[in-house]
């Protein structure tokens, strides 16, 4: 029987054994816990149901990740008992002669470790690559998502911002006046005839019209004004820092363009125009400013069309 070790070599022995099963806690169990919270929590909650390719691809490379980390604590567990069994061999003073009669406890023991170092490396290198298609994910989402944003205030045949956009942008240039009584208008325009335009040429055709007159609209605007498609063939323009007299020249110039313009199907067009500001008129809401500028807008229709016409009280120009 071999002799028993000293109690401070035992002590040692035991002290390996507890921080080997620390180790395999540290680099197993709690990456598992933090990674499966992270994709439950932060990642999958961003993916859209309609993307697939994500919505499966995502759990399957971690549950790969997973199998790798499991693998690599296994091989960790592994080598902490062959570790464990040489310090009871130490402990025990086992002589040179008798490790090396005991199958080549050594050379096993730096196959394993080469082992462990080959899986800790392979699986480093897994991390490394989750992490980078991680945060390119990440990255997608944030591009996806301010894209969902711009397209959600966007609207599709021209590209101006929609009504819904609009809207949110009067309200708040009316509570800026409210505050600082700058001045602000609101021009609303109508093509006279569209109709025969897309009964004649087909709805195509019709488009590409609405987006001749987009482009009208932000040539001849100011960077800081909301051009929008308010619906049909119908557009709003919200004109900060205007008051009815520039908003009232700001609506005869694009008349102007607009019966002139060469439109690719041969037809002439013309658009009819309602004007509406404060402080000029009196408007208590976004609501009401903007019923004033459609009145007005009906007002150059009955009164012939390819026209301005202002709020209270309505004025042609010819």
Do not use: C
Not at 112 to 122: A, D, M, N, R, Y
């Amino acid at each position: 029987m071999p002799e028993e070790g000293s109690p401070d070599t035992q002590l040692a022995a035991r002290r390996l054994r507890q921080r080997i099963l620390l180790a395999l806690i540290v680099s197993s169990v709690l990456p598992l816990l933090v990674l499966a919270y992270v994709t439950h929590s932060y990642v999958l909650p961003n993916l859209r149901p309609t993307d697939t390719a994500r919505v499966f691809g995502l759990p399957t490379l971690v549950f790969f990740t997973m199998l790798a980390v499991v693998v690599g604590a296994w091989v960790i567990r592994d080598l902490g008992r062959v570790l464990a069994r040489m310090a009871e061999l130490m402990a025990r003073r086992v002589s040179p002669d008798k490790l090396e009669s005991g199958g080549d406890a050594v050379g096993t023991l730096m196959q394993s470790f080469t082992k462990v170092l080959g899986t800790i490396e392979h699986q480093t290198t897994e991390i490394n690559s989750f992490a980078t298609r991680l945060d390119a994910a990440y990255k997608e989402l944030e591009r996806t998502n301010a894209k969902l944003k711009e397209f959600s205030f966007k609207d599709e045949v021209t590209g101006l911002y929609n009504r819904r956009f609009f809207g949110i942008r009067l309200e708040e240039e009316i509570s800026r006046f409210r505050r600082f009584n700058h001045p602000v208008s609101v021009v609303l325009l109508d093509l006279d005839g569209f109709k025969s335009v897309n009964d004649e040429f087909g709805h195509a055709v019709g488009d590409e019209t609405l987006r001749d007159i987009a482009q009208i609209l932000v040539k001849h605007s100011r960077g800081i004004n909301v051009v929008s498609r308010y619906g049909g063939d119908e557009f709003a323009v919200l004109l900060v820092e205007t008051s009815k007299a520039g908003a009232r020249l700001y609506a005869d110039r694009i008349r102007q363009v607009v019966s002139t313009y060469p439109f690719a199907h041969g037809k002439r067009l013309t658009a009819s125009f309602g004007v509406a500001s404060l402080p000029d008129d009196e408007a208590v809401t976004a609501e009401d400013l903007f019923r004033l500028a459609d009145d007005a807008l009906y007002a150059a229709k009955r009164a012939g069309k390819n026209q301005v016409a202002v709020a209270a009280p309505a004025e042609k120009v010819d």
